[in-house]
């Protein structure tokens, strides 16, 4: 077997247009790549509109260096799109401006926020909740004190 129907949006697709699934008969995944990417957008659209604890991070275009961005790393019990909300109607910037890198659900996150201000800082420049750090490893210091993955795939 070389090709599958996806089970969502019904092409005939070679296999290798299907993310690798261990647990499938055939190693691959039921939905194609494309769908499945839908299907990670719908849940972070999901995940941004959900009230819950968070830690977000997004840089900003403005300030940008020619090698590191500044990023913002904040804290939030309200739905990320809330939160862009009031930042975008506080600033004269548009939101493109303002890419969200990273947002992480934890229970904690209100208490961790500071555990990350403080390991950035000793990586970089700081300015309030402003870090000039590479984005990588902002993700990478949030994803370790968090212990949970990043859950924004950069769309
Ligand atoms: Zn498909």
Request: glycine share 6%.
């Amino acid at each position: 077997m070389t090709h599958k129907y996806c089970c969502k949006c019904q092409q005939y697709l070679h296999l290798s247009r299907y993310h690798l699934d261990t647990r499938s008969v055939d190693g691959r995944r039921g939905t194609c790549r494309t769908c499945s990417g839908d299907r990670r957008r719908q849940q972070l659209k999901e995940l941004k509109s959900r009230e819950d604890p968070k830690i977000y991070a997004y840089i900003n275009r403005r300030l940008q260096d020619v090698s590191l961005d500044w990023v913002k790393v904040g804290y939030t019990g309200k739905s990320i799109n809330t939160r862009l909300g009031w930042m975008t109607t506080a600033s004269p910037f548009g939101k493109e401006d303002f890419p969200l890198v990273a947002v992480v659900s934890h229970p904690d996150a209100k208490k961790l926020e500071l555990v990350i201000h403080r390991k950035l800082a000793l990586l970089g420049e700081r300015k309030y909740e402003w870090f000039r750090v590479d984005v990588p490893d902002v993700i990478e210091v949030i994803e370790q004190v968090t212990g949970v993955s990043n859950e924004h795939t950069g769309v």
